[in-house]
């Protein structure tokens, strides 16, 4: 019931909408109502030897046109309201997801999150725009046939409507079945929905190992289960479904000995009769409806529940009310007893002391899994320290603002992904305001500049999903000058041209060799040619400082007359 007031709470700023479209559902069941009165009087008047069946005829049409035209208008405002709860709810999925830290997506599947952005939300869509306004209508039906019912014969409508128990003991019996049943339909679906997505995603690596077969294996057992899960859900609405259309019908069996005997005994007119049976046809149509909306909220709820989960995970990384503002200064860094793990009970860093002055380049060096990303990580604020601080000029960077402190500090990694847009987007992604000559100038500084000549549209040509049309190196390349052009504060390159071979690294270094000095920069690399660039290198090993030595632009500078590197370290 919780997550159920939660999805009405949806259409609060739709009010006006959906008071209107319950009634225009209601004009249309007054016609529709009118319709067996209306063929009773008929039937009447003809039994009398009246003549004026053209009047009847012309008034059973007209109340048909009405109920046509109300229906239609209703459908209209139902289904803008329907898809305006989509658009709402998506937009603020999509909002919400931005917000969340990066640990929430290191342990969620993506494919997981598109099924609760999709299918999840068509199914909360269906029931808010139509299920719930045919429940509304349909409950309105009801209840005024059922007035009219006990106006016109009580008897009958106590024969009529004995089944009434029953049809209510079957619907709450399917409604406390298909719950459950529609959640783990949902949950498959998005199953399925993950597996595709790591398939496509990783298309060159299920191609490289020759893995279509184990994946399409993969795939067919996630489509086996939700064939499965789904087919008892469809079990349960072939049963139920029928049973609850079936129930009113001995009603109307019952209605049909009963109101024989009424109607010779001379109690109720032919034409009352006729009528009283309309009435009762009437109801059978808002009985079935009330049993489909039923089921469209018991996936409403279960989808809800799925999209609740998420909009109601809190994000670790949060401003701090209020905010600071980014402080004046030239990007002074200070990494203070900083101690931090994916798993806070086996940390990555531990106590880890550095401070890197404005304008200085710092290279950082390891083996794997010693930190070196993870530290990286913490400036730019992907993670919040466990213990300790990250100071960017003299303020913790939890103090800051976000939007911020993520353009004064621009990470660019071996792994940074493109997107499926133009080069010139690509480039221009963090300022989209730059002009071609300082995109081109991004991509030279880069080693890119060839890319120009071999794309066919040069910055024009779509580079594909996660640059496909490029080869590892040429992505690399291009994430590297999308850094280049932001000149932020403090700027973080972690390994970003691993894919290139030595020459190719050793003429980017030469090239951007003037640009690192531009800001603050940290540079975590394997290889040595870009660590040259530094004028200090400190070695990182089990969380902690193992070494530290000048870099060759630390030693060119400190053999010039008072010179001096620009880095320490705090062991």
Not at 49 to 67: D, K, M, N, P, S
Not at 258 to 282: D, I, M, N, P
């Amino acid at each position: 019931m919780r997550t159920f007031r939660r999805l009405l709470g949806l259409l609060d700023r739709y009010r006006a909408a959906v008071v209107a479209s319950v009634l225009l559902a209601c004009a249309a069941l007054a016609a529709g109502v009118a319709i067996p009165y209306v063929i009773g009087r008929a039937v009447d008047d003809i039994r009398a030897g009246g003549a004026r069946l053209e009047f009847y005829g012309a008034a059973i049409a007209a109340l048909a046109i009405v109920r046509w035209l109300v229906s239609v208008a209703r459908r209209l405002v139902a289904g803008r309201v329907s898809l305006g709860v989509e658009r709402d709810l998506r937009n603020l999925m999509y909002a919400h997801l931005h917000r969340l830290d990066s640990a929430f997506f290191d342990r969620s599947e993506i494919g997981q999150l598109v099924s609760r952005t999709t299918a999840d939300l068509q199914s909360i869509r269906f029931f808010l725009g139509y299920g719930l306004v045919f429940a509304i209508q349909s409950l309105v039906t009801l209840v005024v046939a059922l007035a009219v019912m006990v106006w016109s014969s009580p008897l009958l409508t106590v024969v009529a409507l004995w089944p009434a128990p029953l049809l209510i003991a079957a619907a709450t019996r399917f409604g406390r079945r298909n719950r459950p049943a529609s959640q783990l339909v949902q949950q498959r679906l998005a199953e399925l929905t993950a597996e595709a997505e790591q398939s496509l995603a990783g298309i060159q690596v299920v191609k490289a190992h020759a893995a279509e077969a184990w994946r399409q294996h993969r795939f067919a057992g996630s489509a086996r289960r939700l064939y499965a899960q789904a087919l008892v859900s469809t079990r349960l609405r072939a049963f139920y479904g029928p049973l609850i259309a079936f129930l009113p019908q001995l009603g109307l069996a019952t209605l049909l000995v009963v109101g024989a005997q009424a109607v010779r005994s001379g109690s109720v007119t032919l034409g009352e009769f006729v009528a009283f049976y309309g009435y009762v046809v009437v109801l059978s149509g808002p009985m079935r409806t009330l049993g489909m909306a039923l089921g469209m909220a018991q996936r409403a709820v279960a989808a809800g529940n799925r999209v609740f989960e998420v909009l109601d995970r809190r994000p670790a990384i949060v401003e701090r009310r209020p905010a600071r503002p980014l402080p004046r200064g030239h990007g002074q860094l200070e990494l203070r007893d900083v101690w931090f793990g994916y798993d806070p009970a086996r940390p990555i860093l531990r106590g880890l002391s550095l401070t890197i002055e404005p304008g200085s380049v710092l290279g950082i060096e390891g083996p794997t899994g010693c930190g070196k990303s993870t530290l990286a990580a913490l400036v730019a604020r992907l993670y919040d320290v466990d213990r300790g601080a990250v100071l960017l000029d003299g303020v913790d960077v939890r103090e800051l603002r976000l939007a911020e402190l993520r353009r004064a500090v621009c990470l660019a990694s071996a792994d940074a992904p493109l997107l499926p847009l133009t080069l010139r987007a690509n480039v221009a992604y963090g300022d989209p305001a730059a002009s071609d000559s300082e995109i081109v100038a991004a991509l030279t500084a880069a080693g890119a500049e060839k890319l120009l000549e071999e794309l066919p549209q040069g910055l024009d040509t779509l580079l594909g999903e996660r640059g496909q049309r490029l080869s590892g190196g040429q992505r690399q390349r291009v994430a590297l000058a999308r850094a280049l052009l932001l000149r932020p504060r403090v700027l973080i390159l972690d390994d970003p041209v691993a894919s290139v071979d030595a020459r190719t690294e050793r003429l980017i270094a030469e090239r951007i060799a003037p640009i690192v000095r531009r800001q603050t920069t940290l540079i975590v690399a394997h290889r040595p040619a870009l660590l040259e660039l530094a004028d200090r290198v400190v070695a990182l090993d089990g969380g902690k400082v193992r070494d530290r030595r000048a870099g060759a632009a630390g030693r060119s500078s400190a053999g010039a007359p008072g010179a001096h590197g620009r880095s320490t370290v705090d062991a």
